[in-house]
């Protein structure tokens, strides 16, 4: 892979997967352990650059452009099979997949707009079942086979920290903690899945964990936290209370007691105490999720669906999400009663009504947040969140 520049590129998955790519190229959503980008960048050796909207783009970079450009669609996420197919791709040929590039070999990075089939005549079509996600609830419903791929693929070879006695742990040998990461008096039950601790992670006493599970570096369960497999905790995060079948991207926190399940919450959100999400419908009829592609709600096939929630969103104590929500980016929920269950960005209220809440209190916000991690609020940042402020004005008819 010398000389070789590997750019995870975006298609029209990056509209199907809003909001939580208002702020991220599809390559940087986490499922499993890992972020898809962290995935190919582990299993090919090399870093890895972004094409992705314009916006979006002095953020995560292309990168520094080599002799020869592999295109890999990030969506896909890597399989031993995929992996080598794409390894053993020639100069201008492609791996195609149900009309979607899948990735290819240039000399030149193409624009985003013209990446398609057409575009590379060699081209061979996958047929076999491949892994990929193309809609919100993918996250959440897929993320069991993510985990125990993540799981076997950064612990292979590798031993796990020594597990301490006072932990009540069932198959020992699926569970992964890494130096520096503290659990103490936890119940650990990795008999339905691994569970995987990441370093300077705690899982404080009285936890009770069901796999498959994995909890990033620097994050917490507060005690008491009830875990229910497949879920996933990304770095510098507190998570307390009764969680079932969730993926939380990072810097994210649900504190305290309530029932957050079959959802994904993006970064920079944060629960009020005691909220409760319904991820089943009173007569189990199939989740409906707002769809920004097009702007109707979709059928998602799902029994179980809960709460899509984009980046900076935070919500009041004792918020009641219905099934099937979907929140925007930077938006602030409080007060009694169910919100609507679309929620656009920088929407500021709840089920009494909502009105704009506006960038220069949205950066305030923000800032202070970030500050608290010791963090600055940079200009790239500022300059997105103030682009998905325009675009998503047409849906704050308030």
């Known amino acids: 892979m010398s000389n070789t520049t590997i750019v995870l ?9 809003l909001p ?3 702020t991220r190229p599809v390559a940087d959503i986490r499922i499993g352990i890992l972020t898809i980008r962290e995935k190919w960048e582990h299993v090919m050796g090399i870093s890895c650059g972004y094409l992705t909207a314009d916006y979006l783009s002095k953020k995560f970079t292309t990168g520094n452009a080599g002799n020869s450009i592999l295109l890999i669609n990030g969506g896909f996420i890597p399989t031993t099979e995929l992996t080598n197919q794409i390894k053993s791709l020639e100069q201008n040929s492609a791996l195609t997949h149900k009309g979607a590039v899948v990735a290819a070999r240039t000399a030149s990075i193409p624009t985003l707009e013209t990446i398609s089939p057409e575009l590379f005549p060699n081209r061979t079509e996958i047929e076999e079942p491949i892994f990929q996600i193309e809609r919100p609830w993918d996250i959440f419903s897929k993320n069991g086979i993510a985990l125990e791929m993540d799981f076997d693929l950064i612990t292979k070879g590798r031993k796990s920290a020594p597990i301490s006695k006072t932990n009540q742990v069932i198959r020992p040998e699926r569970v992964f903690i890494e130096h ?14 691994p569970i995987y601790v990441a370093k300077d992670a705690e899982i404080m006493e009285g936890s009770i964990v069901r796999g498959p599970f994995s909890l990033g570096e620097h994050s917490a369960l507060k005690m008491g936290a009830k875990i229910y497999g497949p879920t996933t905790i990304g ?29 994904v919450l993006g970064e920079w959100c944060n629960l009020g105490a005691d909220t409760n999400n319904s991820n089943l419908k009173n007569n189990y009829a199939p989740v409906k999720l707002w769809d920004y592609s097009t702007e109707r709600f979709a059928n998602t096939g799902l029994q179980f669906c809960g709460l899509i929630m984009g980046d900076h969103s935070k919500c009041g104590i004792n918020t009641m999400f219905n099934t099937g929500t979907v929140v925007g980016v930077s938006a602030n929920i409080f007060g009694s009663g169910f919100p609507r269950n679309f929620i656009p960005s920088f929407a500021w209220g709840g089920a009494h009504g909502f009105e704009a809440y506006s960038i220069p209190k949205v950066l305030q916000t923000v800032k ?3 500050s608290r ?4 609020l940079e200009q790239v940042d500022i ?16």
Request: aromatic content about 10%; glycine content about 10%; overall charge positive.
């Open 180 to 193: 520096g990461a503290t659990v103490e008096c936890a119940i650990l039950n990795a008999s339905t899945g």
């Open 368 to 370: 202070t947040v970030l």
């Open 20 to 22: 939580l790519t208002f």
């Open 383 to 398: 300059d997105i969140l103030s682009h998905i402020f325009e675009i998503t004005q047409k849906y704050r008819k308030f």
């Open 235 to 263: 770095p510098h995060s507190k998570v307390g209370g009764e969680v079932n079948n969730s993926v939380i991207f990072g810097f994210s926190n649900k504190a305290h007691d309530g029932f957050l399940g079959n959802s």
């Open 373 to 376: 991690r010791g963090l600055e």
């Open 9 to 17: 590129f975006d298609d029209k998955r990056h509209k199907h997967l």
